[in-house]
């Protein structure tokens, strides 16, 4: 399976930090953050990756290469605008052949992706012409007010999306699950993101797919998960490395 990770913000919650470079090339220890992402989905058998990049991606480029000294295979997709989260998977379309992993270049968790395309593949059934298309990783955060929130069925499909914006009110009743930026993806999603248009999965795909009766899963996990695209969350990532490293 490949994994294609987004990896083109512009990373502007983290220019105190990290300003000559992208977000994701941040420096943990003596490597890139992006490089840990890469190790812990090459435990998992992945070794054909697709690197979605835009802002600064030289440097991504210049230190990754083609995957070799990792042992892996890199492709990259390279925007010229800002295309949004789900606008790049559509520009990357043409390297990506079957189902999927999708993952934010931005974030860590800790996951047995064996177990997660697993619970996608019985989640999807054996139906030729399945309405399934996709599972969405999903965790607890301490402080929900920079995420928003996902309602989840008791037969684990994801029944509603609640904005980061919407009230306390409105969030208190829908749990404290929040999309963990991983996702296993059937090709088929592909073909009804637009080309060559800015589109967010989170803000208009995903919420289009559950207007017009297609089915995403949910799956939750309790494994650690930092974002590193604000400043406490790079120095969470830091913290988090030096212990498993110790």
Not at 26 to 51: M, R, S, T
Not at 107 to 123: N, Y
């Amino acid at each position: 399976m490949q994994a294609v990770i987004l990896a083109g913000g512009l990373g502007s919650r983290l220019r105190l930090i990290v300003n000559d470079r992208p977000k994701v090339m941040a420096k943990v220890g003596n490597k890139p953050f992006l490089e840990y992402q890469v190790e812990h989905l090459k435990q998992y058998g992945i070794d054909e990756f697709v690197f979605c990049v835009g802002y600064l991606h030289d440097h991504i480029m210049e230190y990754f290469g083609d995957g070799s000294r990792l042992g892996v295979k890199i492709d990259y997709s390279i925007e010229t605008e800002l295309l949004g989260t789900a606008g790049a998977l559509k520009l990357a379309e043409r390297f990506i052949d079957g189902v999927f992993l999708a993952l934010n270049g931005d974030s860590f968790l800790e996951l047995d992706l064996t177990d997660l395309v697993e619970f996608h593949e019985r989640r999807k059934g054996p139906r030729e012409h399945s309405r399934y298309l996709g599972t969405i990783t999903l965790t607890q955060v301490r402080d929900m007010s920079r995420y928003g929130s996902v309602q989840l069925s008791d037969e684990w499909f994801i029944e509603d999306f609640v904005e980061k914006s919407a009230t306390p009110a409105m969030r208190s009743n829908r749990g404290n699950l929040i999309n963990a930026g991983i996702y296993v993806f059937e090709p088929k999603i592909l073909s009804l993101i637009a080309s060559s248009h800015q589109v967010s999965l989170e803000k208009d795909l995903f919420p289009w797919l559950l207007e017009n009766g297609y089915q995403l899963g949910g799956y939750p996990t309790q494994g650690v998960f930092v974002d590193i695209g604000t400043p406490t969350g790079y120095h969470e990532f830091l913290k988090y490395i030096e212990a498993r490293d110790s």
